[in-house]
């Protein structure tokens, strides 16, 4: 590997960097939600996530890792990989969600001229916005056993069941789907690939607050929903296969070790303030100490796994259980990372700080006293779920145990 920048390599990435000094709207200088921003009420809030749109757009940046002839900026992986991270390093918010990052690049690869047609233009517009529809109730590691079922009547097929941790369903103007097609087929198969507008009747969402009193999932139901068999995307009954080429982008997760990075140096600048001295604890143990500079190094390791992943990809190979290795490693990393920082801030780690979350969990009055807005504590609780989602840590050890050390199955 190469950690240099190339001549053309530096270049875009200044490119990359005066777009972020003279585009980004204020307001996300520390990140963003912009899927959630678009819909806001608030003319400032939807006026900056309209601005930031187009000024990606007017780079053709809004997909850098779409083909030219689909509206995207075509970059080799390894500018993708530049751009996400000066982008992640500014805190600025990605435009247009999973339909650009996983839904665009499947129909790209999958959907008929027609589809390509009808959805690709309006995701890159900012126009619709696309969430996901995979776990249920009963399934969510073992995804394959998926029971939603999709009964074919006439020129659509109707559609019941349940999915779970539908992230941002409350702000989605369209759902991809998979569907049991063929209960009698094995269950990888007989799965089917949908696509569904949010305002068809029968389909409803309730929201599941978290740990951390945020809105981030949801409960979503499907009661005789009636879907085109156009919506279909690929072949009926091989969805599974549809669904894990959708699950093939975004393999580096250099947003992951950046964020890392960010985190570390965070909680390393605030106990080097005044306050930080007087409400930390590293002056009290050198445990802690060490502690924090495993974390600072362990987050130099994840970048290395990111970059290892995307150097893979420059040289035309095909990352499998290495970027596993990088999922799990960065997984508890996260939780390693909220675990140190709530300990260095010991008895302060208790007040949660300011919230935009859907209960305020402290009183002002006790804002005052969490450090860093309670940004730890936060983090904390809500990375509980970071070893189970997009893939359980257990999964992720199996693919390095047979795929990557050559274990036999058990």
Partial sequence: ????????????????????????????????NWVADRKSD???????????????????????????????????PIEQFIFKQQMTIAGAPAVGGQGVSQLG????????????????????????????????????????????RAVRDGD???????????SGAQYADWLYVLTRTDPEAPKHR????????????GISIRPLIDMAQNHTFNETFFEDVRVPALNVVGELNRGWYVGATLLDFERSN???????????QKLIDYVHTDEGQER??????????????????????????????????????????????????NSELNQKLARTGTQVLGQYAQFWGHTDSVTDVSGAEENAYAPLDG??????????????????????????ATRGLGLPRG
């Fill in 42 to 76: 608030d003319p400032a809030v939807s006026g900056r996530a309209l601005a930031w749109q187009q000024a990606l757009a007017d780079k053709g940046w809004i997909a850098p890792h779409w083909p030219k002839e689909y509206g995207g900026a075509g970059l080799t």
């Fill in 1 to 32: 590997m190469d950690w240099n920048d190339s001549s053309e390599q530096a270049t875009f990435r200044a490119e990359v960097q005066e777009l972020i000094d003279n585009g980004l709207p204020a307001g996300y200088e520390n990140g963003g």
């Fill in 375 to 400: 940004d730890f504590t936060r983090s904390y609780v809500f990375s509980v779920a970071s070893t189970i989602a997009a893939g359980s840590s257990e999964i992720q050890r199996n693919i390095i």
């Fill in 280 to 329: 930390s604890r590293l002056n009290e143990s050198d445990a802690l100490r060490h502690q924090v500079a495993e974390c600072f190094i362990e987050s130099e390791v994840q970048f290395n796994f990111s970059f290892r992943i995307i150097s893979m990809q420059a040289a035309g190979q095909i990352p499998n259980y290495e970027a596993s290795t990088s999922k799990l490693f």
């Fill in 105 to 148: 690049p499947t129909i790209i690869v999958h959907g008929t001229d027609e589809q390509k047609e009808e959805h690709l233009s309006k995701i890159l517009s900012g126009e619709v916005n696309w969430q996901q529809g995979y776990s249920e109730p009963g399934s969510g590691s073992d995804l394959a056993s998926l029971q939603t």
């Fill in 254 to 264: 250099i947003t992951g070790a950046i964020s890392s990075r960010k985190t570390i």
């Fill in 156 to 166: 659509d097929f109707v559609v019941n069941g349940q999915k779970i941790w539908t």
């Fill in 190 to 201: 007989g799965i089917s690939f949908m696509l569904m507008k949010m305002d068809t009747p």
